[in-house]
Structures are given as structure tokens and as C-alpha cells.
């Protein structure tokens, strides 16, 4: 069976300052991994996605993750954080096929002005 | 280009009852998730279906049914309410399903409040 852990419920980080938000997975077979953002209220949007390749990945509004094989972690980071990413954080693996998306439960990221 | 569309945005109901929650998918997206989003519980999957077929089904009891038409669009089901169904209710669609590299594009959910 395949999961997701997102070991810290909130992240706080000073405007300006880099931030991490820490996953790790467990799969069968290769990973397939997903960043999504949850503003209040909305659903979920898509940040960024590892399939293969470069293990850094780049995607929206400036957030980057990088792959780590070894570690079974797919952390998502950005250089400088924002007041607006203030927001709820999951991270998603998948197996291939028609396996389906598992979430982890989110990391709620507070950006201090 | 319209993004997935849920409706209604809210429902109160009462236990016992029938709730209906409908889903349309992005314009040529084939595949159709449902998710169940209660309090401190993350994302909890209920049920995928891709070109008509159900292709998957999270660990939920039958009450919790659904069906995809032929235009894609989506209906979820619930029956027999309980108080713990309370919960948002996400939608999702994608390009062809099985295709590992597709992410999932969410509607901004149903509400549902159990009385």
C-alpha cells in the first residue's frame, strides 16, 4: 500500500526567509508525486509534479522540489517566502496505472510579515 | 477555459436522508475523482472513474455510490446520512486516467452539513 507523511502540521517562516515543507512516501514500483496548495475555502491547485528526470523540479509561483531517491522525500521549497503563500499544503503519490492518488495530510504554512 | 464546476456549493440535510453532489469535468478531461475532506482528516479518496467505468473505490461503505455520464460529468450519492458524512467534497478531473504524469484539476467543493 502506498502513503504519504507530512511530519510537521505547521510551518511558520519570516517574509523573506527560504522555506521547506517536508514529505516522504512509501510506493510499489516508481513514484509519481505531486504538490498541491489549498487556499481557504477553494479546492486544491497543482504546484508542481516529479514523474523522472532532474530530481529538482520547478513549478508554480515560484516553488521548486527536489526528489530524493534514497530518502523517499519529495521536499517542496521556495528561495523567499511570500505573506500570500500563506496556505494549506498537501503532498500526493501515485503508483502507475489506475492506482489511485494518496494525499498526505497537509502542512498548513504560515508566512510571518 | 472553465475550470471543474461543483454544485450545489453548500447542502444541509439531516441524518437519514439522500444527499446528490454533482461534478463537471474540465472540457476533454475523460477521468473523474471524488474526495472527502473532513476536519484534521486530510484527503480521503472515494471514487475514480475514468470514460464511464468506475476504475477505483477508497475504503467508504456502499452507501457512498456514484456514476459518470456520458458528457463525463459526475454524480456522487450518498445515502443513509450520518452525522460524521459532514464534510467538503471535492471533485477532481484529468486527462486520460492511467496516464501517471497527469495531475488532478479540483472544483472548489460541496459543503455538506449533517443536522
Known amino acids: 500500500a502506498q502513503s504519504v507523511a507530512q511530519p510537521e502540521d505547521q510551518v511558520n517562516v519570516a517574509e523573506g526567509n527560504p522555506l521547506t515543507v517536508k514529505c516522504t512516501y512509501s510506493v510499489s514500483g516508481n513514484p509519481y508525486l505531486f504538490w498541491y496548495v489549498q487556499y481557504p475555502n477553494r479546492g486544491l491547485q497543482f504546484l508542481l509534479k516529479?514523474?523522472?528526470?532532474?530530481?529538482l523540479v520547478k513549478g508554480s509561483y515560484g516553488f521548486e522540489a527536489e526528489f530524493n531517491k534514497s530518502q523517499t522525500s519529495f521536499h517542496l521549497k521556495k528561495p523567499s517566502a511570500l505573506v500570500s503563500d500563506s496556505a494549506l499544503y498537501f503532498c500526493?503519490?501515485?503508483?502507475?496505472?489506475?492506482?489511485?492518488?494518496?494525499f498526505g495530510i497537509g502542512t498548513k504554512l504560515q508566512v510571518i510579515p | 477555459e472553465a475550470g471543474v464546476t461543483q454544485s450545489p456549493t453548500h447542502l444541509i440535510k439531516t441524518r437519514g436522508q439522500q444527499a446528490t453532489l454533482r461534478c463537471s469535468p474540465i472540457s476533454g478531461h475523460t477521468s473523474v475523482y471524488w474526495y472527502q475532506q473532513a476536519l484534521g482528516l486530510g484527503l480521503q479518496f472515494l471514487l475514480w472513474y475514468d470514460e464511464g467505468e468506475e476504475r477505483n473505490r477508497g475504503n467508504f461503505p456502499p452507501r457512498f455510490s456514484g456514476r459518470q455520464f456520458p458528457n463525463y460529468s459526475s454524480e456522487l450519492n450518498v445515502n443513509a446520512l450520518e452525522l460524521e458524512d459532514s464534510a467538503l467534497y471535492l471533485c477532481?478531473?484529468?486527462?486520460?486516467?492511467?496516464?501517471?504524469?497527469?495531475?488532478?484539476?479540483f472544483g472548489d467543493g460541496t459543503r455538506l452539513s449533517i443536522l
Open positions: 516529479y514523474i523522472t528526470g532532474d530530481n
Open positions: 500526493a503519490v501515485r503508483g502507475g496505472g489506475y492506482q489511485k492518488v494518496t
Open positions: 477532481a478531473s484529468s486527462l486520460v486516467g492511467g496516464q501517471v504524469n497527469q495531475p488532478q484539476h
